[in-house]
């Protein structure tokens, strides 16, 4: 079966790149609630050192990969001429941040828990047993969800290397 357009040499998205186009709009609204982004943030242009503070603010690094996240949103969109390069581009961008964010989200979380109030909730009559941990090493739900998404971009980059045969091409 031949996988090439022959007039244009486009070759068709892989459904594993279809699929990115809902799995990229959920990470990014975990990501704006996980780390309270807002609807527009400003980047300081003003001189090359201007990145430094910027850049170490979580919530710059997310904003910055919920960025990369609206551009590949686009290229997973159906009818999107994209390319075996920019979509691994994109990919290897957001790679580091989203295998931060879970960590950072936690870390963050944590430093603004009131434990006093949380550990005083622990024995009122709402919290059932079962909806706490009983092992630091037991896997959190939500964390897990945006774990698998995050995978969904490997699948993705896998699926059209080898769509392309290791080769630079178009897709749509």
Same mark, same amino acid.
């Given at each position: ?54 850049? =170490?603010? *979580?919530?710059? &690094? ?8 609206? %551009? $590949? #949103? ?62 630091? =090493?037991? *896997?959190?739900? &939500? ?8 995978? %969904? $971009? #490997? ?18």
């Amino acid at each position: 079966m031949e996988n090439t357009d022959e007039g244009s040499g486009i070759i068709p998205k892989p459904d594993e790149l279809l699929a990115l186009h809902s799995v990229s709009k959920r990470l990014f609204e975990t990501l704006r609630d996980w780390f309270d982004i807002s609807k527009e943030v400003t980047i300081d242009l003003q001189e090359i050192d201007s990145a430094v503070i910027e850049l =170490s603010s *979580p919530e710059m &690094i997310m904003a910055m990969a919920m960025r990369k996240l609206q %551009a $590949l #949103h686009l290229l997973a969109t159906p009818g999107v001429l994209t390319s075996t390069d920019i979509v691994i581009a994109i990919v290897n961008d957001l790679d580091r941040a989203l295998l931060q964010a879970p960590s950072m989200y936690l870390e963050r979380e944590a430093g603004r828990t009131n434990w006093d109030i949380a550990f005083a909730q622990m024995g009122d009559n709402e919290t059932h047993p079962e909806d706490i941990p009983t092992t630091a =090493s037991e *896997p959190d739900p &939500i964390i897990e969800e945006f774990q698998v998404h995050h995978e %969904a $971009l #490997h699948h993705a980059v896998h699926a059209i290397v080898q769509a392309s045969n290791g080769e630079i091409r178009y897709f749509q």
